[in-house]
Structure formats: structure tokens, C-alpha cells
Nanobody, 127 residues
Framework: QLKLVESGGGLVQPGGSLRLSCAAS????????IGWFRHAPGKEREGISC????????RYADSVKGRFTISRDNAKNTVYLEMNSLKPEDTSVYYC????????????????????WGQGTQVTVSS
């Protein structure tokens, strides 16, 4: 059974940066495509980025493109989300999710495709 644990959230001022980590245990992370999602109170869950299991192909939501970078280190069984130029509207609980893709180069921007989820980490952007 795959277990995911997010870390790295916290309070940051507008314009600041954070790096979130999604650490996997139980199974090798390189079996899985990984997605990052966020869910703020009163809003729908938003898929913000994903990365394929094989060649590191990535996808980003327009709301974070150019500011956020997803990467993976399969040797460390960890996926990262580097977040720069943070805005108050980035305030949310951030989750990582994993699923074995039918095609190695695939990842999905929608949460319905993922079976495994972490517990989330809070990111607050405020002055």
C-alpha cells in the first residue's frame, strides 16, 4: 500500500517562496504519476500540477504556470512543488496524489484519476 505524506507548508508573505514535499512509502514512487492539488474553504478542489512517472513530463494550471515547478527524485521517493511569487489567493491546503498510469508519459490534472492521497499541508500567504 502506498502512503503519501506532504510537508513544507507554512505562513509566507506575498511574493515569497515555499517548497512542498510529497514523500512516499510502502511502494516505489517511480511506479506512479503524481499530481498536486489544492482545496481552499468555499472553493472547489483545483489541480495545479502533475508529473509523469517516466520522462518527467509536467502539466500546470494557468493559475500557477511560471510560478510553480514540480519535480521528482525517485531515488528519494519524493516529489516536490517549488512555489515562487506566492499570492494571497494561493492560500489553501495542498495535497499530493498518486496513480499508476496506463501510459508511462501520462499524468492527469483532475483528482478523480488518483487513488492515493496524502493528508495535506496548509499554505498561508499573508502579510
Amino acid at each position: 500500500q502506498l502512503k503519501l505524506v506532504e510537508s513544507g507548508g507554512g505562513l509566507v508573505q506575498p511574493g515569497g517562496s515555499l517548497r512542498l514535499s510529497c514523500a512516499a512509502s510502502g511502494l516505489p514512487l517511480d511506479y506512479y504519476a503524481i499530481g498536486w492539488f489544492r482545496h481552499a474553504p468555499g472553493k472547489e478542489r483545483e489541480g495545479i500540477s502533475c508529473i509523469s512517472k517516466s520522462d518527467g513530463r509536467t502539466r500546470y494550471a494557468d493559475s500557477v504556470k511560471g510560478r510553480f515547478t514540480i519535480s521528482r527524485d525517485n531515488a528519494k521517493n519524493t516529489v516536490y512543488l517549488e512555489m515562487n511569487s506566492l499570492k494571497p489567493e494561493d492560500t489553501s491546503v495542498y495535497y499530493c496524489a498518486a496513480e499508476i498510469p496506463p501510459v508511462a508519459t501520462m499524468c492527469w490534472p483532475t483528482g478523480a484519476h488518483y487513488r492515493y492521497w496524502g493528508q495535506g499541508t496548509q499554505v498561508t500567504v499573508s502579510s
